[in-house]
């Protein structure tokens, strides 16, 4: 197939030529020209002219020639081996990368050619199986720099998804980035929701990420403008799941169960009582123990997740878990204050210990922080506090994933409403 290419490749390049006399090259609707532009220090510049189907591109080629020496028929300069020879190189790059996106069906830009002619870009405009590829391989560079390796296992999964819609929508695994229209993000949804049936929150993700592809697409001028720049993938907000104060004490009540439900149940309501997420509870190490003048101990950390600082209080409960593993081998050995286990088998033994609590809820690690959030909420907390303790990056996030507008904080709400008007 690649020694057909190359003789296909010969051919067109040989019929794009018109020999030594360096006229214009051209073939199908791709020409290179040149032209003189007059300057006043060296008398012109010659710069160089590529058009296609309407589109022109024009760049300076850096040959300088006075006015008198330029043949406009030939498009050379006379009497000059070096400068021509300069524009026969310049000419039969630009015809042999033409000839190369056309046998390899890939986007005919003519400022690619024009930025690969000049060194600064590859002439390669990938395709969206290419791009997306090219995307994942980088995130994969900056895995424990600015990416968490859930986060690129996630992207990994989406990639796959979006590969699985092409092949089913186009019918093909060389799909050009010039031939996604703002229509495919209804064409995704309507894949994923009803071909495969996925939830809603998870397409918005999908989405999100695919996004997220074409933005670098646009940032390395593959594409010049992103067709999901416009869309909105809405989140729609689900109920916030937590425990109660009565559920919670419910769970830290539990007696009579196996060791290792007892760490469990231990470091969950340790978590539950810092608004920690599982994996900066498990990567607690005595160093974030602070103590402040008045002797109030309190952890201090940059969040693994976002690398904001969270700060939260150690009241006597939390402390009481914390001395209760103070000398633990596991807890020693690895410089750690509690003994978490993985995080599948945390949420697996979590819903074995809700369920001996007489709890019917879903319970996992997520839990933990909700809760924290939705107590703080209830004892009067503003959402910026809140905010600012959980570590999150903004106040939206917080009052969109972590607190729950429960009954009981609304009708409080409502109670001191009214009670302020019958005061007046």
Known sequence: MANLQQKRLTQLLKQSEKGASG?????GAFTANFNLVPHKRYGGVIYAVFRNLGQ???FSTGITCEPQNFDLKSQRTENDFNKNKLLDYIQSQANELYAQMILTDRDTSLKVIKNAILGTQSYVIPNVFELLDEYLADCGKRVGKTHAHRTYQRYRQSNEIIKSFVRHQYKTEKLRLSELKPIIARQLETYMMVEK?????YYVKVGEYFRQVLHYALLNEYIDVNPLSLHKFTKRRKPIEYLTPDELIAIYKVSFIPETLQKVRDCFV???LTGLAYQDLRDLSPQQIKTLNDGQKIIILDRGKTKNQQVAALRPDALEILHKYQFDPYCKAANVCLPVLSNQKFNTRLKELAKVAGI???VTTHYMRRTYATHLKRLGVSA????KSLGNTSVAITEHHYIDNDPETIVKALNEAFNRQQAI
Do not use: H, L, T
């Open 197 to 201: 049936g996925n939830q809603y929150s």
């Open 23 to 27: 006229k214009r090259s051209k073939f």
């Open 56 to 58: 022109v591109e024009r």
């Open 384 to 387: 910026e506090m809140i905010s």
């Open 270 to 272: 340790f978590g539950a």
């Open 360 to 362: 019917e809820k879903r």
